[in-house]
């Protein structure tokens, strides 16, 4: 098989969810994508690496499953800004061992994730690699002015977590809050996905925001995870988010924003480290399966 005869698979595949995204109106097989957002809308974009030995291993994940998690993985940035899906570019290095029958299964997988959530596949780049190498742009829509940032969590504000965690050893398939996060949109007053830990993005969060968090409970916690885990594991891809007191958010109640130490985020009165999973301090570290 070819890059010709792929292109052609991968184009015939997308489409069930190319139909659906109204606004794409130039797809697959040109040279680049055309998408018409509503009137009165922001875009978003982002994009997310998925590399073979860094967030996988190729005996740890079927084909689908990888493509999964390669798309989740950008769906759960777009939910942390409370933005609706539009479409995606993937852009796939592929080794020698990733056979045709490898390459069909992750395809399925990627688009099986992104169709469920209205998320056209519009185009992308193929190449050779020395190990699989997944790149995913995605593109999503929100009100004007009305996007989830990480910067405007407030003293007083209620922080809560989508969902239990524990970490990449503990977490299966990656579930995208898509819907959650449109929920939040002028509700929430900061808001980001848990990628890398909760103790760290919650610091991060915090020190965007010039605000100090006090967590006065433990997380939920996904079956057999330790509190540990939870706070520094990473891949959980839940949201982390703030809401002033007074507002009905979904959601698990876990603290408060204070005045304080901007960054700073203690544990029932203990001061958490501020690490999770960081790339370049974790070298050695072979990531999630």
């Given at each position: 098989?070819?890059?010709?005869?792929?292109?052609?698979?991968?184009?015939?595949?997308?489409?069930?969810?190319?139909?659906?995204?109204?606004?794409?109106?130039?797809?697959?097989?040109?040279?680049?994508?055309?998408?018409?957002?509503?009137?009165?809308?922001?875009?978003?974009?982002?994009?997310?690496?998925?590399?073979?030995?860094?967030?996988?291993?190729?005996?740890?994940?079927?084909?689908?499953?990888?493509?999964?998690?390669?798309?989740?993985?950008?769906?759960?940035?777009?939910?942390?800004?409370?933005?609706?899906?539009?479409?995606?570019l993937v852009s796939l290095g592929l080794a020698r061992?990733?056979?045709?029958?490898?390459?069909?299964?992750?395809?399925?997988?990627?688009?099986?994730?992104?169709?469920?959530?209205?998320?056209?596949?519009?185009?992308?780049?193929?190449?050779?690699?020395?190990?699989?190498?997944?790149?995913?742009?995605?593109?999503?829509?929100?009100?004007?002015?009305?996007?989830?940032?990480?910067?405007?969590?407030?003293?007083?504000?209620?922080?809560?977590?989508?969902?239990?965690?524990?970490?990449?050893?503990?977490?299966?398939?990656?579930?995208?809050?898509?819907?959650?996060?449109?929920?939040?949109?002028?509700?929430?007053?900061?808001?980001?996905?848990?990628?890398?830990?909760?103790?760290?993005?919650?610091?991060?969060?915090?020190?965007?925001?010039?605000?100090?968090?006090?967590?006065?409970?433990?997380?939920?916690?996904?079956?057999?995870?330790?509190?540990?885990?939870?706070?520094?594991?990473?891949?959980?891809?839940?949201?982390?988010?703030?809401?002033?007191?007074?507002?009905?958010?979904?959601?698990?109640?876990?603290?408060?924003?204070?005045?304080?130490?901007?960054?700073?985020?203690?544990?029932?009165?203990?001061?958490?480290?501020?690490?999770?999973?960081?790339?370049?301090?974790?070298?050695?570290?072979?990531?999630?399966?």
């Amino acid at each position: 098989m070819n890059e010709l005869e792929l292109v052609k698979r991968i184009g015939r595949w997308a489409r069930p969810g190319a139909k659906r995204a109204r606004e794409l109106i130039e797809g697959i097989g040109d040279d680049a994508a055309v998408w018409r957002p509503r009137a009165g809308e922001d875009l978003v974009f982002t994009t997310d690496l998925f590399v073979e030995g860094v967030h996988f291993r190729r005996r740890g994940l079927t084909a689908e499953e990888a493509g999964r998690r390669a798309m989740g993985r950008s769906l759960s940035d777009l939910a942390a800004m409370g933005a609706r899906p539009g479409f995606c570019l993937v852009s796939l290095g592929l080794a020698r061992w990733a056979d045709q029958e490898w390459v069909g299964g992750f395809f399925r997988g990627l688009i099986g994730m992104a169709d469920r959530f209205g998320c056209a596949l519009a185009g992308g780049d193929l190449s050779e690699a020395r190990v699989v190498v997944c790149d995913v742009m995605a593109c999503g829509a929100v009100k004007k002015g009305m996007a989830l940032r990480r910067d405007g969590a407030r003293v007083g504000d209620v922080i809560y977590v989508s969902g239990a965690l524990g970490g990449w050893r503990r977490r299966g398939e990656i579930e995208p809050r898509i819907a959650l996060g449109r929920k939040l949109v002028g509700k929430a007053t900061a808001a980001m996905d848990l990628s890398d830990g909760l103790a760290l993005d919650l610091y991060r969060l915090c020190a965007a925001s010039g605000v100090e968090a006090r967590l006065d409970r433990a997380p939920p916690l996904l079956e057999g995870a330790t509190i540990e885990e939870a706070l520094h594991a990473g891949e959980d891809y839940e949201l982390v988010y703030t809401a002033p007191a007074g507002v009905r958010v979904p959601g698990h109640r876990v603290g408060e924003i204070v005045k304080g130490k901007a960054g700073r985020v203690t544990l029932m009165g203990r001061p958490l480290e501020r690490h999770g999973y960081e790339h370049f301090e974790s070298r050695g570290d072979s990531g999630s399966d």
